[in-house]
């Protein structure tokens, strides 16, 4: 229950009352106050007794008692009450106060009658010196009550003294006071007059229970006996106690353990571990219409690490950033977007609600103190202190690890391995970004609502810290001992509905720390620039040319990744979501880094316009392919570039292409005599693809096929592709594509199955689009959540125009073209419709190694005369020899040499095979020789008949 939450009910409750009282057409009734007519409500349901009818009217004589004990103002009602609304129509409640309007002099003046009293009474009952009206009266009282009568002086002193004071019980609880008070009165008066032996002599019961112990011990005596009406009286007594004290039998038992167990220290007791147990306490005085007693703080049992352990103070930004709570700092004005500096500088063109510069804001007028929004926001504040204890704006935020690092020294910037002519773009053409933020008021804010959150559902846990990411915060959230991490997971809706957005994601706990985090998109997020990225000392101090500049982490740490590493990525994200942007960032990157010597590109743009810019940079293979199909031809190009690179490297006996390269320029690789091949070291290619589903559409099997065979053994030929799709679906992203390619960089996806498929797991449909990503990189278990660095499409053209000036690109002719539709054109006549069928039986024998003509028609289930006439058609072509009546024939071309023979018998230019081998039968038996005899030598004739697919280029 929170302060917060009674002051609207009390409101609906008043706006009903007044149109059922219109509707009847009555006047407004009198009313007891809200407490005292709870307090009469319940006090009377709860006992169920008969004792109804003198409850209220000692709750009645307690009240008025009361009112006139109270001064003017200073009456305990709850604190909402003056914020109820008073219209015209509210009832009226005030005609039971009108004895507010007592001075304190007048219940001074009744505490001195009250005192007289006393002294009348004392002198007449206790010395008999009040003369015959005294004795009068002590004989009335002592009718009444008996020897209670040697009691009532002290009472009247004590109530007179209370009243001077101005002590008294609440107003809710003074019925229950009273009530339990003359059931301790009527109970013991009751056994007096039993243990007085119940008598019926008015002399005898003045000196017992007077009148009172008679009426009440009289009629039990008689209907039960004594010794049933006797423990009955006792109990009166004791059920009288516990209303006035208003504990339970239960807290008194546990009371009473709790002492005889000696330990009254507050290690057992619940509260104590209850950080906001006084709170509630007091949040229960209230409700009940108690003075809000407040009682001091005990301080934590629990040694809580202190926030500011945890994280280095950032004064500078605090100073900075004001508070939600904070006097408004006068704002210096800035540069209008596109004017003035910003504008000189080319700034960025973009237009991003979200991420673009602060709106100049006006000089802000000083907010006077009794501004209506701030007096509410710092009541709001006051409660949510006074609940939890926490202070926003005393949290601890942590400094962005991007500021951390530039402090450190520059590295030296790599200088590329080959060209002497060509230097890499410099990133001083991309613009720089803005000093990261480390708190602002939307953090504070935030702050608030987890914490009020907390205390609303009283869970023991605090925010102790946080961590400002560029567009989300990860808030560090602390528990008590012995609360359960699934109490907060349980709150994420809440947490979502206090901070107002659906995109809150829960980390339980943080990785490497005893935390859980709440992840909570920031209301004014910051855009990463891809120079500040690139420009950082880690990247700037790695000198692989494939680094690639990703954006920033959540603790404001610059990531970057090498695509070497990767070495095939998946980029999957709903429209919007960002991936064009990574695309331009990773193209970018490299085109920053490397030279067209260390890495070339193959570029697949089926949208037409993204990739346009890149248009005739040196680093591109084949011009920007947009054709699906053509795109087809250049994965199938790719996989006989992949087959090549692993022949050479098996050649040179190396396990990468970089050995290769290295034994190149060291020369110990040189080109056989009489062979026109210039042997260069093998640049890396990039094959990335901007829309994977338009690919999967046309040609889904070859593509397949294609990437499959790519991904599963390109990483050592230096062959990587990027694969970016917006249909993550599972007829885009096959089973088999997903395996082969290891590292995932999920933008938003619009659904929790498309996050699924590229994550295999949930996670991306929460992120909030615009750069925000997931990012696995090979071999990693956890998405680690970043924003994508964005490059402008002028920076972009900075670089281009940059990179072009210095060279031409030398295309590689043939990349795109559809050799296997060009094969079928020059198909053998005699081999007719049989073309599948003597594949087949090729693919068959070569495999199998073995020449009979009773396996094909086993395994190809086709008749003898067919199987004849393959084997005629193979004999034809070099791949078995002669027949040699019942034995099978020989085989005559190796398994390893099966595609290239396939690729012939279609119909293809030998010269063009991708494994060197010569078929005529005297070739071929040389090569066995040379295989058996020297496997150096054979090396080098595959060498001397492979050609290299890229040495256009080169
Ligand atoms: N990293 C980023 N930082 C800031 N803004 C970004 C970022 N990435 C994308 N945006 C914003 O989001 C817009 C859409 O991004 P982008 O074009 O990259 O989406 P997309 O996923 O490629 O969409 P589509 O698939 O429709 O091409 C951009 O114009 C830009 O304003």
Redesign the pocket.
Known sequence: MSVKNTAPRSSTRSSSRPANRSSKGSTPVKRPSTSARRAAETAPERTGSAFRPVGKAVTGMFSAVGDLARPKGAEHRPKEEPEKPTTKTEEPVTTEESPDNDSPRRHDGIALVLLGLAAIVGASVWMDIAGPIGAAIATGVHVIIGAGAFVLPVVLVALAIALMMDIHPPRAVQGRVALGAVLIVVGMLGLIHLFAGDPDAWAERQQAGGAVGAFVGGPLALGFSTFVAVPLLILVIVYGALRVTGITVKELVDLIGEHLRGDGSEKDSDESYDEYADVDRELDDIAEGRSPTRRRRRPSPRPRRTPMENYPPDETARAAEPSLFDEPLDVEEEDEPGTGAAAAKGADT?T?PA?KKPEPKKPAPKQPATDAVANSREQMRQAIIARSGIDPSAVPAATPKSEEETEAPQPEARKPESSDDYTPPSTDLLIPGEAPKTRTEANDRAIEAITDVFAEFKVDAQVTGFSRGPTVTRYEVELGPGVKVSKITNLQPNLAYAVATDNVRLLAPIPGKSAVGIEVPNADRE??RLADVLNSPSVVGNHDPMLIGL?KNIEGEFVSHSIQKMPHLLVA?S???????FVNALLVSLLTRATPDEVRLILVDPKMV?LTPYEGIPHLITPIITQPKKASAALQWLVEEMEQRYLDMKSARVRHIKDFNAKVRSGEIEAPPGSEREMRPYPQIVCVVDELADLMMTAPKEIEDSIVRITQKARAAGIHLVLAT?RPSVDVVTGLIKTNVPSRLA?ATSSLTDSRVILDQAGAERLIG??DALFIPQGAGKPKRL????VTDEEIQAVVDAAKEQAEPHYTEGVTEDKEAEAKKDIDEDIGKDMDDLLEAVELVVTSQFGSTSMLQRKLRIGFAKAGRLMDLMESRGVVGPSEGSKAREVLVKPEELETIIWMIKGADPAEAPKGVELDDDTAATNDAEHDSDGEQAETRTVSATYNPTSGAV
Do not use: N
Not at 575 to 581: D, I, L, R
Not at 787 to 790: C, D, K, L, S, T
């Open positions: 973009d991003m991420v855009m990463v954006g994200g429209t919007g979501s960002g991936k064009s942007a993204e917006q933008f615009m750069g924003q994508g660095a964005f």
